[in-house]
């Protein structure tokens, strides 16, 4: 299937530090594409690669399973890392969880974490009868666009394919018992009001990870998808300057064109 107009991956070559941005479940690179433009505009080499099964039609995700995902930034991690002396992973709800085990399992590959309203488990009594609902139900309502801000919208689907929820839900158990294994530097920010992730799940997030050097950032004027929201800029910012401090290079190195 054709990938959506707005859903398609980007990569800027810039200096040599990277950052691979990880978007969430069911929705696309539009998602954090503001973000990831901001990064390569000061120098960053970014990747920001489309998940399998995302950015087409819901049914394609049905096919899919949490180690394809995974997979991709996995790939995209290893990618950079060859390019650049220094890489930082960096995510959006889902996309936040992805980065986490991208740091848990790459050790000093990565330089440290950056997640906007990190999921770390699938919420209510319905995620207990996934096992057994997928097979008798194939989809439920849509997740996407959980936006604060007039106008602007997130490109996902309207529908949530049920086995691909059921394998974020094994996935997310999964990393739950990996994230002492974080001890990269962490910047966590999470938004007041947030109607897809709670706030108890960037609570579980730091009180999991081994990271000494921590920083959680409060949005109080986003809902979910924040890097579309009216904290966009303060994420991206916030992102930049925690990257910046890390490697103190950042901006001083000459960019090519993006694309």
Same mark, same amino acid.
């Given at each position: 299937?054709?990938? =959506? ?14 950052? !691979? ?10 998602? &954090? ?16 690669? !489309? ?28 990618? &950079? ?80 394919? =049920? ?22 530097? !962490? ?31 409060? &949005? ?40």
């Amino acid at each position: 299937m054709p990938v =959506l107009p707005g859903a398609e991956p980007y990569r800027h070559q810039g200096g040599e530090v990277g950052v !691979l941005l990880c978007h969430g479940f069911t929705g696309s690179p539009q998602s &954090l594409r503001p973000w990831a433009e901001h990064h390569a505009a000061h120098g960053l080499t970014v990747s920001l690669p !489309l998940l399998p099964g995302h950015g087409t039609r819901w049914e394609d995700m049905q096919l899919t399973t949490w180690q394809d995902w995974y997979a991709e930034v996995d790939r995209e991690l290893r990618l &950079l890392a060859e390019r650049c002396s220094r890489v930082f992973v960096a995510g959006l709800s889902m996309g936040g969880a992805l980065a986490l085990r991208l740091a848990a399992r790459h050790g000093e590959r990565v330089a440290g974490t950056v997640v906007v309203n990190p999921a770390n488990r699938v919420h209510g009594l319905s995620a207990y009868a996934l096992p057994v609902a997928r097979h008798l139900v194939r989809t439920t309502r849509g997740i996407a666009s959980d936006i604060a801000k007039e106008g602007a919208a997130e490109l996902g689907y309207d529908r949530v394919p =049920l086995h691909a929820a059921h394998s974020l839900r094994v996935f997310l158990r999964r990393l739950d018992g990996e994230l002492p294994q974080v001890t990269q530097p !962490l910047l966590l920010l999470r938004s007041a009001r947030d109607h897809v992730v709670p706030a108890a799940d960037s609570a579980r997030v730091l009180s999991r990870v081994s990271s000494a050097d921590i920083t959680e950032v409060v &949005l109080e004027h986003s809902y979910h998808v924040a890097t579309l929201d009216k904290d966009a800029d303060r994420v991206f910012e916030e992102s930049l300057a925690f990257i910046g401090r890390l490697a103190p290079d950042v901006g001083k190195e000459g960019t090519a064109a993006v694309g």
